[in-house]
Nanobody, 115 residues
Framework: QVQLVESGGGLVQPGGSLRLSCAAS????????VGWYRQAPGKQRELVAALIRVGTTNYADSVKGRFTISRDNAKNTMYLQMNNLKLEDTAVYYCNIGLGGSNYWGQGTQVTVSS
């Protein structure tokens, strides 16, 4: 059974930083493409950052230059380093891993940016 457990969310002031982690179990993590999504109240879930196995990264325009996605296959863990956080980054953040027709989600972690 595949499980994704997220951690690292919280309350931070504008301009601050957070690092989200997502630990995977129950599967061979290194085979998967990985991504982070977020959903703000009243909005659709959107892709924030993706890391394809071959090393290609994609970022939403709104986070380019501020967020960095990475992974440690030895630890079965993926990360999202978020710097220079803005009020509009407030959302529930979800990790996702995908391979072919298989797709798995974390439970979500709240990130609140507020002064």
């Amino acid at each position: 059974q595949v499980q994704l457990v997220e951690s690292g969310g919280g309350l931070v002031q504008p301009g601050g930083s957070l690092r989200l982690s997502c630990a995977a179990s129950g599967t061979i993590f290194r085979f998967y493409d990985v991504g982070w999504y977020r959903q703000a109240p009243g909005k659709q879930r959107e892709l924030v950052a993706a890391l394809i196995r071959v090393g290609t990264t994609n970022y939403a325009d709104s986070v380019k230059g501020r967020f960095t996605i990475s992974r440690d296959n030895a630890k079965n863990t993926m990360y999202l380093q978020m710097n220079n956080l803005k009020l509009e980054d407030t959302a529930v953040y979800y990790c996702n891993i995908g391979l072919g027709g298989s797709n798995y989600w974390g439970q979500g972690t709240q990130v609140t940016v507020s002064s």
